[in-house]
């Protein structure tokens, strides 16, 4: 597809219980961002992947949160032992490596829609 | 301090006014800046970066002033579909990921 392709769009889960959520982003985007949004909070960094390496995973709020992303394009966020406080709606987006420079625009990053986390 | 500070409103205002929004950045060293529209139970889009010299997109424009590291917002001739919630977005030189701010609500009333 053209946009950023998010699974499942809604999961409720029992707490303890493991989840796997998907992204596939935009073709030939290098860069893939995981964010968190709890209920009318701000947008929560988790982690960045450049290709299949994340040089910056420093938003995973403990060990029980891991992602991956293979071939350079599908990611995984996996939650282990899942809690109430899990409950969010995580937002997976994809760019173009940033260029350092003093760029005007440079290039935007395009969120999915999400995959809605409910924690019962 | 938040990297990102936004007053989170809510703005009201009529159709047809004009609104402006502020937003503050803590690191100098912010290098590129953009303004996301989020709309109910919806993903941030886009809404438009923000250049040194400023930039007008149709009945928006947006200014930098790096000395005070601020951002604004000015919206002419609301719109009902105006409505949304505005998020001041910007990027640390040598780091890739998006930092956002908690976003400024605005409704737009008839």
């Known amino acids: 597809g053209a946009g950023v392709s998010q699974s499942p769009s809604n999961k409720v889960t029992e707490k303890g219980k493991d989840v796997e959520l998907r992204c596939d982003p935009i073709?030939?985007?290098?860069?893939l961002y995981w964010y968190r949004q709890s209920l009318g909070q701000g947008l929560e960094f988790l982690i960045y992947f450049q290709g299949n390496s994340a040089p910056d995973k420093s938003g995973l709020p403990s060990d029980r949160f891991s992602a991956e992303r293979t071939g350079g394009s599908v990611s995984t966020l996996t939650i282990q032992r899942t809690q109430q406080e899990d409950s969010a709606v995580y937002l997976c987006a994809s760019s173009f490596t940033f260029i350092n420079r003093d760029t005007t625009s440079g290039n935007t990053i395009y969120f999915g829609e999400g995959s809605w986390l409910t924690v019962v | 301090r938040k990297e990102v500070e936004q007053d989170p409103g809510p703005f009201n205002v009529p159709e047809g006014a004009t609104v402006a929004f502020n937003c503050t950045y803590s690191?100098?060293?912010?290098?590129?800046f953009f303004w996301y529209r989020q709309d109910c139970r919806k993903e941030p889009k886009l809404l438009m970066s923000?250049?040194?010299s400023g930039n007008e997109d149709g009945r928006f424009t947006a200014q930098l002033n790096r000395a005070s590291q601020y951002i604004s917002l000015l919206i002419r001739d609301s719109k009902l579909s105006d409505s949304a919630t505005y998020l001041c977005?910007?990027?640390?030189?040598?780091?890739?990921?998006?930092?956002f701010g908690t976003g400024t609500r605005l409704l737009v009333s008839p």
């Open positions: 977005v910007v990027r640390v030189t040598g780091f890739q990921k998006l930092v």
């Open positions: 923000v250049y040194s």
């Open positions: 690191n100098s060293a912010s290098q590129s």
């Open positions: 073709s030939g985007h290098t860069a």
